[in-house]
């Protein structure tokens, strides 16, 4: 091992995580700088560029300061995806981002989805994907539709990942993988799909390698001259992060949303599920939730309490053994694996006993029964059948909720000890991406370790598959309620 570092950084929902890393895995430094999200209309889900900047310069900073300015050899971006930057020639920002969440561009969703057969479905993607609000394709004939203005002038349409990349370097470049449904499984743009709306194909960036160099670090800001990665979608640096990239394996990452994964080779297309195009040597069925620390969220802002207070409520309430309220956690309509932005939050069960305890049960419960429908979906489509799990992320930092999550999904859940595998993902694939190591695979196997195992309570899971099944009856049965609640 050197005394080089690596630096990963990831432009989440909620904040700029950015850690700085030994060669060898172990983390030095650590820095969480937050930033607002504003919802300026019902749908409407927004954050500012320039803070995503600010972070990045802050955490860079604080970095020059613990190891020098050079002995970072290699530095690895990631950023939550299906959030959009309108860019004019200049890559100066013509509006707020649109984040993942945003769903104000449904109904162009509805319109460009109607244009795209079965055939061609399977043709692109090889699985029954969906155009949804959060489509880059919606989003563009969005702007077009109400903003034209804004259309007219903007040259780049770019991820937040991307534009922090040109940002640290002056590059304009981004992966496949971040690309989600707008590259085929030859790792390149649709032109099909993009001759739907005119101008789309020339404002998107060109695409290279994950783990190729994109370029260095601008003369002027802190570890100039420094390689950075080209990187990829947070999902992806997660994966990496909790070394899921052999086939057979499954990832559940937990932040904003839930992300859960399996890397397979065979596919029997599924409705929901998203089939990654095959790139170093893995093929990964994923899909995303909406709302997983979002809930908790919601739930800590609605009582007031705290994260880890919350998990005491939770976790006394599950020791009396009561019947818990059942929590459909749709505070922003659903991705994955049903994928209907109009879903919104229900809880089914209520009396007069109900306490705050028992709802932070409920929420907890809530979020592991969608990741759970998502695992059926994936299970089906990769036509695997897993008996462990590799998890990470800030979600996962409660025992209480860990458990519930192994009692309701019936799968062990084996812990990274890393709190960020976004992060460590980043700073892996620029490893790869500068030459210290060959592959993924490798340098994950070496930078990945698991501090705690969650095994199932299998006395739950009669239980648990019949409040499964509620779930799912809960949903179809408030599915028009949902709508027409949303359209007034």
């Not at 534009?163 to 640290?168: H, K, Q, R, S």
């Not at 690309?179 to 020339?202: F, K, M, W």
């Not at 006395?459 to 009856?473: G, I, V, W």
Request: charge should be negative; proline fraction near 5%.
């Amino acid at each position: 091992m050197s005394d080089d570092y690596l630096i990963g950084i990831d432009v989440g929902t909620t904040a700029v995580k950015a850690s700085l890393f030994t060669d060898g895995g172990r983390i030095v430094e650590h820095r969480a700088i937050s930033y607002p999200t504003r919802y300026p209309a019902p749908t409407h889900v927004e954050q500012n560029p320039s803070d995503w900047i600010d972070a990045i310069s802050k955490a860079l900073g604080s970095f020059v300061v613990a190891v020098g300015s050079n002995k970072v050899c290699a530095i690895g971006l990631t950023s939550q995806v299906n959030s959009h930057i309108f860019c004019d020639r200049d890559v100066n920002v013509l509006a707020p981002a649109i984040v993942w969440k945003d769903g104000r561009a449904a109904q162009q969703a509805q319109t460009l989805d109607a244009l795209i057969s079965d055939e061609q479905r399977m043709e692109w993607w090889g699985a029954p994907m969906p155009i949804d609000a959060s489509h880059a394709m919606a989003r563009m004939k969005w702007m077009q539709d109400q903003q034209p203005e804004v259309w007219q002038r903007t040259r780049h349409v770019l991820l937040p990942k991307d534009y922090c990349l040109w940002y640290l370097t002056g590059q304009l470049v981004s992966d496949a993988w971040s690309n989600i449904g707008l590259v085929n499984a030859q790792l390149d743009y649709i032109p099909g799909l993009l001759d739907l709306l005119d101008g789309s194909r020339s404002v998107l960036p060109p695409l290279q390698d994950m783990a190729s160099v994109a370029g260095v670090v601008r003369e002027t800001l802190p570890f100039a001259g420094v390689p950075v990665a080209t990187g990829t979608m947070d999902a992806w640096a997660g994966v990496f992060g909790t070394d899921v990239t052999r086939a057979g394996e499954c990832v559940y990452l937990s932040g904003t949303s839930e992300v859960l994964g399996i890397v397979s080779e065979e596919t029997h297309p599924t409705p929901g599920v998203l089939v990654m195009p095959r790139n170093h040597d893995i093929t990964m069925h994923i899909g995303p939730t909406q709302s997983g620390g979002a809930s908790q969220l919601w739930f800590c802002d609605l009582f007031g309490v705290a994260p880890q207070d919350m998990a005491l409520l939770a976790g006394e309430h599950r020791a009396t053994g009561k019947t818990v309220p059942l929590f459909l956690p749709h505070l922003q309509g659903e991705r994955a694996p049903i994928w209907d932005s109009a879903a919104r939050g229900v809880l089914v069960g209520l009396d007069a006993s109900t306490d705050k305890s028992a709802i932070a049960c409920a929420v907890y419960e809530g979020v592991a029964y969608s990741a759970r429908w998502l695992l059926e979906s994936l299970q089906q489509s990769a036509g695997v059948q897993v008996s462990r799990i590799n998890v990470g992320g800030g979600g996962f930092r409660s025992d209480v909720w860990n458990q519930i999550r192994a009692d309701v999904l019936g799968v062990a859940l084996h812990r990274v000890a890393v709190t960020d595998p976004g992060t460590l993902g980043a700073a892996g694939i620029g490893a790869v991406a500068v030459g210290i190591h060959d592959s993924v695979q490798e340098a994950f196997g070496s930078l990945v370790s698991i501090d705690k195992i969650y095994r199932p309570d299998e006395r739950l899971s009669d239980q648990t598959a019949e409040r499964m099944a509620l779930f799912r009856d809960t949903y179809q049965a408030t599915f028009a309620l949902s709508h027409r609640w949303l359209n007034g």
